[in-house]
């Protein structure tokens, strides 16, 4: 195994704390579908050649966790307190520790291409930082070589300000940027992901397919 980190930063999946925008579509059915999110983004870093981790919010040892973790080669950690942005600091800085670069991305893009995640540690062969921005004004993955603790302190979170933001923090560092992608968060970006699932092969995010026909969306 090469050295590296993969961090897939996730929630445990409890109703009412996941997707809860998904919820005026869905109901209670919305947790299933984050479970779909997190089993195929786990499936996708699986095939990194890097160390894995899944970071969870929440109750890390929820048996949807212990299962994913297993399935796909994870050690589980419990994020530290605070918001997300010291959450993320803490972890990449700890990842780091352990030598080799290190990536987090989210549990919000099944569709998400593993070429993607593996041209972000390309890219930190060659530079300290690496950002991929999403359609919402976020952005899907972060990575470093460096700690990094300028780009999470005071950030509002959540917002579609943090793209532009950490863009103007990373001005005059050393960084590289992977193209667009996007998160599914809410019912249009979920009528997104539906439309773009019917134009890929269907080995792309099984667990979601499914999960998506079970509850009559597709």
């Not at 999946?13 to 997190?38: D, H, M, W």
């Not at 605070?82 to 989210?106: K, N, Q, S």
């Not at 560092?173 to 009528?191: E, I, K, R």
Request: hydrophobic share 45%.
């Amino acid at each position: 195994m090469s050295e590296g980190t993969l961090i897939v930063f996730a929630r445990a999946p409890v109703a009412g704390k996941v997707k809860t925008r998904l919820e005026q579509r869905l109901g209670g059915r919305a947790v299933a579908l984050y479970e779909a999110f997190l089993e195929d983004t786990c499936a996708v870093g699986a095939g990194i050649d890097a160390r894995r981790v899944l970071a969870v919010s929440g109750g890390a040892t929820h048996p949807a966790i212990t299962r994913i973790a297993q399935a796909h080669g994870y050690t589980v950690e419990k994020q530290c307190p605070g918001d997300l942005g010291e959450r993320m600091d803490h972890a990449l800085t700890t990842a780091l520790a352990g030598g080799g670069p290190v990536c987090i991305i989210g549990s919000d893009a099944p569709t998400l291409p593993r070429a993607l995640v593996e041209q972000a540690f390309a890219e930190l062969r060659a530079h300290d930082l690496v950002l991929g921005p999403a359609n919402d004004g976020g952005y899907w993955l972060v990575g470093a070589r460096r700690p990094a603790p300028e780009l999470f302190a005071d950030m509002p979170w959540g917002t579609p300000v943090v793209l532009p933001r950490t863009l103007a923090r990373l001005r005059g560092t050393d960084y590289a940027l992977l193209p667009f992608w996007y998160d599914v968060d809410d019912p249009a970006s979920m009528g997104i992901l539906v439309s773009h699932l019917d134009l890929l092969p269907p080995e792309i995010a099984p667990v979601t397919r499914r999960t998506l026909a079970g509850l009559g969306v597709v």
